[in-house]
């Protein structure tokens, strides 16, 4: 199975609040880590990487926070807007020193309420 | 500056038949790898290649083969396909000699097997 796991399945959050998504990963030797967001009938889209010797990247409205201790990632958007409702997926790069191959997890379902 | 493209966008076979799925990378870079994504799952890896090389597979049977060419287009083929390989078939694409390499993703081919 994937070593790449998401703890929910779906989250659903109100327009305008914080949502957080988390993501375990079991490969200490990873060392590179990617979100992308993917929409309906499109491939996945970029959103923020951080690389296993930082512990938080920010982006616009997004923050990445790794913790390699406990192997968890989190994506943090903030002000979640109708927009971002979409499949959010962590990746692992499992090639270290070069990010060749990427595992990802099942992903999850964000959905933005009204 | 043009992202990812990938062609057909839908595509009907039946079992037994070959098929051939075409990828061009982003501007200016130079690596593409191939992902399979079946429904409700996150993608998998297929391989990557680079400088027209197969540097790095995932765990899939020889039936799936490829090809980059010296513009840096690639291209996926699957032999005697199954039931099974049906799914969306992502091509990504990153800058290995600039140590940029964030995969970017294309829209995605859909194969329905027959």
């Known amino acids: 199975g994937e070593s790449v796991g998401l703890h929910l399945p779906t989250l659903s959050v109100q327009e305008g609040d914080n949502s957080i998504i988390n993501c375990a990963y079991s490969n200490s030797a990873s060392d590179y880590f990617i979100w992308y967001k993917q929409e309906s009938g499109k491939g996945p889209q970029f959103i923020i990487d951080?690389?296993?010797?930082?512990d938080k990247r920010q982006g616009q409205r997004v923050t990445v926070l790794l913790n390699k201790t406990v192997k968890h990632l989190s994506l943090q958007i903030a002000a979640t807007q109708p927009g971002d409702s979409a499949v959010y997926f962590c990746?692992?790069?499992?090639?270290?020193?070069?990010?060749?191959?990427?595992?990802f997890g099942s992903g999850t379902q964000l959905t933005v309420l009204p | 500056d043009a992202g990812v493209t990938q062609s057909p966008t839908h595509l009907i076979k039946t079992r037994g038949q070959q098929v051939t799925l075409r990828c061009s990378p982003k501007?200016?870079?130079?690596?593409v790898s191939w992902y399979q994504q079946a429904l409700g799952q996150g993608p998998q890896f297929i391989f990557q290649y680079y400088e027209e090389e197969e540097r790095q597979r995932g765990n899939f049977p020889d039936r799936f083969s490829g090809h980059q060419f010296p513009n840096y287009s690639s291209e996926l083929n699957v032999n005697a396909l199954l039931l099974g390989d049906s799914a969306l078939y992502l091509c990504?694409?990153?800058?290995?000699?600039?140590?940029?390499?964030?995969?970017?993703f294309g829209p995605g081919t859909r194969l329905l097997v027959l």
């Open positions: 990746a692992e790069n499992r090639t270290p020193g070069s990010a060749r191959q990427l595992t």
């Open positions: 501007s200016g870079h130079d690596t």
């Open positions: 990504a694409s990153s800058l290995t000699s600039g140590h940029q390499e964030t995969q970017y």
């Open positions: 951080i690389r296993s010797n930082m």
